[in-house]
């Protein structure tokens, strides 16, 4: 008896573990440009998801970094990131041996002062059972531009003081002809190994491939490929799109706009696809395109460049379901703010670029839910520096093992922890969305003025204004969790202006003009606004302040050269026109 309670604690303990330090993996998200110059919008933009909202920084950039993946410890700190040509440490200075990556024509050509040439070719994975040791899986591109070979270089923390070193560097993991980008992970059925899939482009420029390679990644070491043939083909057009697996891994979507979607559902303890699906979209879509999933796993998304799509997973017919949740709006910054890849964050939503050198995210703040109450809110995110179009690479680290199937043979079970984000309405009320990890059963909220709920995603409404202390109780057969954080509930704060002031119908003019413009609102805010005027290469020349109440404004153009201009409309923060 004493032997199996032994055991049993182990396993509840090693689980514990395992969450303790996958949680936060994907916390710190890096973007940039060089040269380091803050005042012309050029440098490195930090995301630093633990802050809620989102905390934004600057810091200076020792590479450029279209391509980029990089990873945080169990924490949430920076550990370190990677561009395919070089790695550097959190101290954002080159790892030691962490250079000449992916070798060969295209290194020579492009990684002394860009990146390499490839999109969704990096991903950054801890070797499983491993407090220290991660591995970096690559892709090369060879002479002639096409993607051969799939590397991996190894990176040990406990090396120079914590700052990491790179001690094996471009191992040939796997080679095969056109082979494409879109490289994804997502976690083993008993909830400590990886898969990663890497699909196959085509076997030649005229013959499309519904081929997919799968390695098994343990504490052992790599494993595969794993040859599946499933769907419909894929041709040469293989670049400028993206792959990702939904939060719970039961689905896999490929995307770009040349091949359409292929959608397929996935056997996170066999590594098989199944039930293949493909969606296409019209002649005139732009090239670029991505996808994400919604944290409930009902709701795909699908960047198609002037257009975003929802499309509706529990739905008979799921092309049929198909919703345009955003289309372009025409902003400049100082580009067009097209859709291009995206990606769930630790918050719940997802962020998605642009296919261009500009200093925005756009921004689905309410993924879960359906057509336009998603509140789809176009460079809903400014940066502090522009940065290229891709956006990291990440697997969903919060996914446990799947409980009670056959590869669940470790004894690890789903622990849940707990987590929300929220939202601030008029009429002192707020918005409560769960955000909790490894499959909880039950919530009890506790709003933190004497009244609950034991609703999934509650709206509670204050009696007055203040701070509150919300907690959120999860629970399952296994575990339960509490998660507490401070909630400011005033009339107007800055997580509410989106909603109060979604980007509106502003009307400026003349156009073009010479001494002086004008702005009207459709309405008077509650909070006073900046108009900010910029040149083309992102520099602030103007700036006036539309009083609160007030709904129009005018701005002196004295001293501004000719040129072309651009404006934005800000309210505590958030750009809203």
């Keep these: 008896m004493k032997k199996i309670f032994t055991t049993v604690f182990f396993a509840f303990a090693a689980f514990h573990s395992l969450t303790a330090q996958e949680v936060k993996r994907d916390n710190i998200w890096l973007f940039g440009k060089p040269p380091n110059n803050p005042d012309e919008l050029f440098g490195g933009s930090q995301l630093d998801f633990i802050s809620f909202p989102v905390e934004v920084g600057y810091f200076e950039i020792p590479f450029d970094f279209a391509e980029i993946a990089m990873i945080s410890d169990s924490s949430g700190q920076l550990l370190f990131y990677t561009n395919g040509c070089k790695i550097a440490n959190r101290e954002h200075q080159i790892m030691v041996n962490g250079d000449s990556l992916n070798p060969g024509k295209w290194y020579n050509l492009r990684c002394e002062n860009n990146d390499y040439p490839t999109s969704q070719a990096e991903i950054i994975l801890p070797l499983p059972g491993s407090s220290h040791l991660y591995y970096h899986f690559h892709i090369q591109v060879d002479d002639n531009t096409f993607n051969e070979c799939l590397l991996y270089s190894v990176i040990d923390m406990n090396k120079n003081g914590g700052l990491g070193e790179v001690v094996e560097k471009n191992q040939l993991l796997f080679t ?24 196959h482009s085509t076997t030649n420029i005229f013959i499309p491939s519904n081929k997919y390679y799968k390695f098994l990644f343990t504490p052992e070491g790599i494993s595969g490929p794993f040859v599946q043939e499933i769907g419909e083909g894929w041709d040469y057009q293989f670049y400028s799109g993206q792959a990702a697996f939904s939060p719970n891994g039961e ?8 091949n359409g979607v292929r959608l397929f559902d996935f056997d996170r303890c066999s590594g098989e696809f199944s039930n293949p699906q493909a969606f296409y979209f019209p002649e005139d879509t732009i090239i670029s395109g991505g996808v994400a999933f919604s944290p409930n796993n009902r709701f795909l998304y699908i960047s198609a460049g002037e257009k975003v799509y929802q499309f509706d997973l529990w739905a008979s017919n799921v092309d049929g379901s198909r919703k345009i949740v955003a289309v372009y709006d025409g902003f400049l910054s100082p580009l067009w703010t097209l859709f291009y890849q995206q990606m769930l964050a630790p918050d719940g939503k997802i ?57 669940d043979t470790l004894g690890l079970d789903n622990h849940p922890l707990a987590g929300f984000v929220y939202e601030v309405f008029p009429a002192l009320t707020v918005g409560f969305t769960d955000n909790s990890s490894y499959e909880p059963t039950e919530w009890y909220w506790d709003f933190g003025d004497g009244e609950s709920s034991v609703q999934v995603n509650p709206v509670h409404e204050y009696a007055a204004m203040g701070e509150y202390y919300v ?20 009339s107007v704060t800055t997580a509410s202006v989106a909603i109060l002031y979604p980007q509106m119908a502003v009307q400026v003019w003349p156009n073009p003009a010479t001494s002086e413009m004008h702005i009207s609102l459709p309405a008077p805010l509650t909070a006073p606004a900046e108009w900010r005027l910029y040149n083309t290469v992102g520099q602030e020349v103007r700036r006036t302040v539309i009083p609160a109440g007030q709904r129009e404004q005018s701005l002196s153009l004295a001293g501004v050269p000719p040129g072309l201009y651009f404006w934005q409309v800000r309210v505590e923060g958030r750009q809203v026109g």
């Design 176 to 199: 095969a002809h056109q082979l494409g980008e879109q490289l994804t992970a997502v976690r083993h059925a008993n909830g400590r190994d990886w898969w990663l899939v890497i699909p």
């Design 251 to 258: 689905k896999y979507a490929r995307m770009n706009p040349f």
């Design 351 to 407: 962020y998605i670029t642009a296919p261009n050198g500009v200093n925005m995210l756009h921004v689905i703040n309410r993924p879960n839910l359906p057509g336009d109450s998603c509140k789809f809110e176009q460079h809903g995110l400014i940066l502090p520096s522009i940065h290229d179009w891709n956006i990291p690479n990440f697997p969903h680290f919060r996914l446990g093992p799947v409980d009670g199937s056959s590869c």
């Design 471 to 490: 907690c959120l109780t999860v629970s399952n057969e296994y575990d339960s969790d509490t998660f507490c954080r401070w909630v400011e509930v005033d």
